[in-house]
Each structure stands twice: as structure tokens, then as C-alpha cells.
């Protein structure tokens, strides 16, 4: 249904094909994308004992009927729909395979091939840096990574990196905005005060991970050293080409990084950058994935703490091998105190760092005024545009609940995206603007649609309850429960600003202790 839906409205416009006419740009391609590689051979390491890790036929039989039917296939041509049909008769052969594998800390060179499919970012492709490097990699793999995955999971503690949001469970982009405001918010609250705000961007990160150090800090974590080595072999000795059409470029053997397209990779990939962190108690460093921001929170105009920090974080970044894109790299500086003051602008490898009055952080726009006209509007903007495409679907004469179902699906989900970090601080006028969105295609569809502060409100209860659920949940503290008389009521944070008050956080309190 859903690809009629998008053959009608024409709502998900296909890439430009990439030009396949020119027979070097495979090869042109390949090397772009394995520019990070430093062609070093990876150090031998010590041997160990055999792996104590196995998995039964059980394990693997449940994983292959797992298999997505149109996962597509790997440089192996074996399809997802193939493990997933004869689960039962392939799970025997393919648990001594993997077994084999951890008992003797090495990875079948089949399993390891990745052929890279380049898809352009944008409509008018200029350089190299347009396309974006898509991995097929085997399907038999992926499933043996993530019964690999599942367990290195289960050993590691759940307090590492917590501010770390991607890749773990009961964590979302919502909790890394909603995070970064109120430790803002809460130290803006205060005489004296304001926040800097640094948004670091990586080039590539996952291509830049030396295998070498990553496993030292895997047995830090206190993984199997034999384990540590088949992860190792793992990321090493990958076989890599580029296909554009018809035309495949020369294999390249890769050394470093992390293939992106492989279930391992970003778990590998959190775990080489867990020790990332901030160094002084006034600055945080907040993570979802590669995106990483750091928070300085200044008193009485003393920088020296947040621009140690960004010095140590860029001394991080050159011991392990994560290169900095100073260019892409913003600065947002955030000063509600009446006099205005000039604030020295911070310099990293020589570089002035650009300094914003608006980011999209995480896909919302935030300012240096902490309001949110600016994502409203792009939200409002967005969500007229794909208004049209209901419009048309009403008159190919769709049913009410189909309509329903396509405004929820690309509408409603613009709308309400992190709505539970920035809809309280919405100005009256913005949530009209909003609303008038709601209001349209409700009458477009014909039935009835869910205010938006009705989904503000739904979601923050939902959240706040799932937090206090999590006891490893950052925020988990912020939920103080009162005396054992009053169940079921939490103690409310003090607020001195508007902008405090009207935080996720401080409503999700008053919200829950309201039910009671």
C-alpha cells in the first residue's frame, strides 16, 4: 500500500541515479571512502585461550528466523529471505561455522567483503563527498554479529557512558535535547550566568576507529581477550569495492574503522568512545551516536574550565584517531543577562570556531534564545508541504482511515518529533501555527485528529514513567518520590525563569503528581 501511497503523492522523491558512464568513478569512490586508511598492518597479537563463548543451534535458528525477507543480499548473493526459510535446516551447519570462528578468534574472509553502493546526498552531486557510502554486507554475517552483539552487551555494566543516548535501550534522541536544556536551563537560572554551547562534528567517525585500540579498551571493559581478538580480526583485513551500475572498482583491504552497514559497528563503535568525557564538573559532554556537544556552563564570566575542555577534547580526538571537522563545527553561545558582553570566540587546531544563534541539534532547530520559533516554523513549513500530498491522496478517493493513517505516518511524526523536550516552551503563537497544521488535515481526512497538546501531554507522562522505571536513566534522579504517604508524588524543582519552569522535566513532575 504504502508504496502506491508514495507513487501517488510522490512523497519520497527517488536519489538521482548516480552516473555510471564514467568507468574510474568506482574506483575514484573507493579510495574517497577508504581515505582514513593508514595501511598499517595490524599488530599480532598475544595468543590466547579459546573462546568460552558458543551459541546453540537454538540461538542461531532463532536469529536467521529473525532475517528481514528483503534484507538484501551481501557480496555472498545469499538473501535474508533465504535464512529466514530454511532457518531449521541451514541453523546446524552454521553454529559450528560461528563456533569455529570464536574458538579460533578469526573471521571467514567470505563474511568479512563489503561491496559499497553510493547513493548521492543531494539532488545536484559536485564532489566526491556528495555520495553516501551504502555497505551490503553478508546477511549470514549479520546475523552472527548480532549474537556477538547480544552478549557483549550482557556484560557491560549499565552505568557506562551514560550520556551516551544512542544505540541502548529507553534512551532517544528526545532524552539528549530534552538533557542538554535542563542542564542549561537549571545553571541560567542563576545570577551571573550562561551557557556555551559547542556542537562537534567528526569526519567519518566510524571509519577512523584503529581497530588496535579499540580492543586494548575492550579488555579494559573486562571482555574476553580471546573475544577481543576475533573482534580484531573482525574489523581487519576487509575487502572493499565499489559498485556504480555495472562497473566495480579494484578491491581495497581495509585496516581501520568500523564498516557502517554491520550490526557490530555501532556498538563498537560507543564502546571506543565511552571514555570520552568531561573532565570538570561545570562542562558536559552530551552523545547520541557521533553527534557530540559540549556543555560549559560559565559563572562570573571564568572560561578557563570549558575552554580546558575543549582542549582536552580535541587532545582526545588526536590520540584516538577521530578527526574534527573544525568547518562543520558550531559554537552557540546562550546570555540572558542584560548587559551585553562580547564573548571571545573559541579556537580549535588553530581555527576559530563559527559561532550560530541557531543549530539543529539532534533534527530541532534550537537558538540562542532558547525559544522555538525557528523550529517551528521549519516544522510548520514541512508539514503544508505533505498537507498537498494528502490533498491528492483524498482525491484518488482513499478511505478516512487510510488518510489516517498516511497523516500520522508523515504529518503528525514532523509535528510531534522530540515534542517532549521543546513543545512547554512554545509560545502561544507557535502552537496556534502548529495546531492550524492538525486542524487542516483533520478536516482533509474527515475524522477526528489528536491535539497536539493532547500528544504533548500523553507523551510526557509516558516518558516520565519509563525514567522512573530505569533506575540507570540519567534523569532518574530528578524524580525524587516524597514520603511513603504520598505515593506516588514527587518532589518539585525550584524554578526561578518561565523557561525553567515550562521544561520537560519540571511539567513531566507536575503532570505525574496532577494523576494523584
Known sequence: MWQGLQSITDYKKKASPVADHDVLLPDKLNNFFARFEDNTVPPTRPATKTCGLTF???????????????????????????????????????????????????????????????????AKVTELNDYRPVALTSVIMKCFERLVKDHITSILPDTLDPLQFAYRPNRSTDDAIAITLHTALTHLDKRNTYVRMLFIDYSSAFNTIVPSKLVIKLETLGLDP????????????????????NNISTPLILNTGAPQGCVLSPLLYS????????????????????????????????????????????????????????????????????????HPPIHIEGTVVEKVESFKFLGVHITDKLNWSTHTDSVVKKAQQRLFNLRRL???GLSPKSLTNFYRCTIESILSGCITAWYGNCSAH???????????????TGGKLPALQDTYTTRCHRKAKKIIKDNNHPSHCLFTPLSSRRRGQYRCIKAGTERLKNSFYLKAIRLLNSHH
Request: net charge positive; with cysteine.
Open 56 to 122: 546453540t543451534a537454538a540461538n542461531v535458528r532463532k536469529t536467521f528466523k529473525c532475517v528481514n525477507p528483503r534484507k538484501a543480499a551481501g557480496p555472498d548473493g545469499i538473501p535474508g529471505r533465504v535464512l529466514r526459510a530454511c532457518a531449521d535446516q541451514l541453523a546446524g551447519v552454521f553454529t559450528d561455522i560461528f563456533n569455529q570462528s570464536l574458538s579460533q578468534s578469526a573471521v571467514p574472509t567470505c563474511f568479512k567483503r563489503a561491496t559499497i553502493v553510493p547513493v548521492p546526498k543531494k
Open 226 to 245: 580471546a573475544l577481543c581478538n576475533w573482534v580484531l580480526d573482525f574489523l581487519t583485513g576487509r575487502s572493499q569495492v565499489v559498485r556504480v551500475g
Open 271 to 342: 564502546l571506543f568512545t565511552h571514555d570520552c568525557v568531561a573532565k570538570h564538573a561545570s562542562n558536559s559532554i552530551i552523545k547520541f551516536a557521533d553527534d557530540t556537544t559540549v556543555v560549559g556552563l560559565i559563572t562570573n564570566n571564568d572560561e578557563t574550565a570549558y575552554r580546558e575542555e575543549v582542549r582536552a577534547l580535541g587532545v582526545w580526538c588526536q590520540e584516538n584517531n577521530l578527526s574534527l571537522n573544525v568547518s562543520k563545527t558550531k559554537e552557540m553561545i546562550v546570555d540572558f543577562r542584560k548587559q551585553e558582553r562580547e
Open 430 to 444: 507557535n502552537r496556534k501555527a502548529l495546531q492550524r497544521v492538525v486542524r487542516t488535515a483533520q478536516r482533509i
Open 394 to 396: 483524498k482525491k484518488f
